[in-house]
Each structure stands twice: as structure tokens, then as C-alpha cells.
T-cell receptor
Framework: GAVVSQHPSRVICKSGTSVKIECRSL??????MFWYRQFPKQSLMLMAT?????????EQGVEKDKFLINHASLTLSTLTVTSAHPEDSSFYIC????????????????FGPGTRLTVT | GDSVTQMEGPVTLSEEAFLTINCTYT??????LFWYVQYPGEGLQLLLK?????DKGSNKGFEATYRKETTSFHLEKGSVQVSDSAVYFC???????????FGRGTSLIVHP
């Protein structure tokens, strides 16, 4: 199956700093990428959807100036948490959707392993 | 709006025990239903799906049947293994949306 990677897997940063999380589709072109946030014992909350080369669409209640999303190529999307605060500590998961190069399945949504962000 | 309700975990079982994780949903129209699994340190993987009423999805010994009359999609496995320990998410996609709505996830712990 398709592979989506995230980097870093875990990051600790100080309050007020910014941190960037990368999401890559390794063997397919992701026309659409999604960013989710997962709180402990809670479901995945969709933060935003991005299409390659265009601005991200943010869900209601998500601050677009705080969570900057860039989908610069068909294999890379980045989420930058600006001026991070302890309440931003969470598990961030990306997923990617697009046609597969080798498989007969297309437009399936594949998830990355997640990034644990801790803001101190 | 659409919503998915799962039983709270953790569910703790001994190896070879029977597993049921309950899932019920609320949606407009006729959604497609999914179970995803998240193993420790990994991303979510699609486990099985069903796209219409009475369909049964199955994979790796897991099964779930789309029950429209009870709006349910319970996950079952006859004999669990330690390697099945993971978090299981029930989800739905409604109408033409390609963005799933997830339940809260149910943690399964299987002891030897």
C-alpha cells in the first residue's frame, strides 16, 4: 500500500517558538492532503484540507494564521505551528489522497504515523 | 451533522478471546462505513469497509456488517491475537464527501 511519512515523529519546543512538521507521500502523487489533530482519548479532528498549488481550506475554529499549511508539491505538505503555546501540544496526523502509481486502487486516503508536539 | 459513536476503551482481552467493538452512526443519506486501525507508533490503516446496507466488510479475520436498521457497524473477530493490540476507529463518509468522520477510537489490549 501507499506510504505517507511525517517528520519529525516527536518534537519538543519552547513556548513562543515555531515548529514545522513535514508530510510526504512516498510512492504516489497526493493531489489533496489533510491535517488532523488528535487529543488524548479523542477522535481525529480535521484541521484543514490542502490541494497542491492552492491555499488550504481550514475547518471552522482553526486559526489559519497560527497553523500555516503549505502544499508546495504533489508529494510534500508542511504544517507550521507559529508562536506555539502549551495548549498546542497534541498529536498531529497528516493524510494524503491521490492516484496510485502501481496499485489498481485510486483516491484512497493514506495516513502518516503522526507527530507528537510538546510545547513547554 | 454526521457523527460516529464508539464504545469507550480500553478493551482488554486474553489471546483467542472473541472481540466486539460497537459502533453506531448518525448520517444523512446512505454513508459508506469504515474501520481503521492504528498500531502503536504508526498511522491509521484502512481495515475494512462497507458501502451499502447489509454489506459485510472483512479483512485479517475481522468482520463488520452494515446494519441500516440499527445504524450500526460493529467490529468482530472470533479469536484475537496479541498482535491485534491497537486503537480501532470507526468512520463514515457521507454523500459525495471524501473526508471521513471518525469516532473517538477504541483501544484494544490483548494479553498472552
Amino acid at each position: 500500500g501507499a506510504v505517507v511519512s511525517q517528520h519529525p515523529s516527536r518534537v519538543i519546543c519552547k513556548s513562543g517558538t515555531s515548529v514545522k512538521i513535514e508530510c510526504r507521500s512516498l510512492d504516489f502523487q497526493a493531489t489533496t492532503m489533510f491535517w488532523y489533530r488528535q487529543f488524548p482519548k479523542q477522535s481525529l479532528m480535521l484541521m484543514a484540507t490542502s490541494n497542491e498549488g492552492s491555499k488550504a481550506t481550514y475547518e471552522q475554529g482553526v486559526e489559519k494564521d497560527k497553523f500555516l499549511i503549505n502544499h508546495a508539491s504533489l508529494t510534500l505538505s508542511t504544517l507550521t505551528v507559529t508562536s506555539a503555546h502549551p495548549e498546542d501540544s497534541s498529536f498531529y496526523i497528516c493524510s494524503a489522497r491521490g492516484g496510485l502509481a502501481r496499485s489498481g486502487s485510486s483516491y484512497e486516503q493514506y495516513f502518516g504515523p503522526g507527530t507528537r508536539l510538546t510545547v513547554t | 451533522g454526521d457523527s460516529v459513536t464508539q464504545m469507550e476503551g480500553p478493551v482488554t482481552l486474553s489471546e483467542e478471546a472473541f472481540l466486539t467493538i460497537n459502533c453506531t452512526y448518525t448520517a444523512t443519506g446512505y454513508p459508506s462505513l469504515f474501520w481503521y486501525v492504528q498500531y502503536p507508533g504508526e498511522g491509521l490503516q484502512l481495515l475494512l469497509k462497507a458501502t451499502k446496507a447489509d454489506d459485510k466488510g472483512s479483512n485479517k479475520g475481522f468482520e463488520a456488517t452494515y446494519r441500516k436498521e440499527t445504524t450500526s457497524f460493529h467490529l468482530e473477530k472470533g479469536s484475537v491475537q496479541v498482535s491485534d493490540s491497537a486503537v480501532y476507529f470507526c468512520a463514515l463518509k457521507s454523500g459525495g464527501s471524501y473526508i471521513p468522520t471518525f469516532g473517538r477510537g477504541t483501544s484494544l489490549i490483548v494479553h498472552p
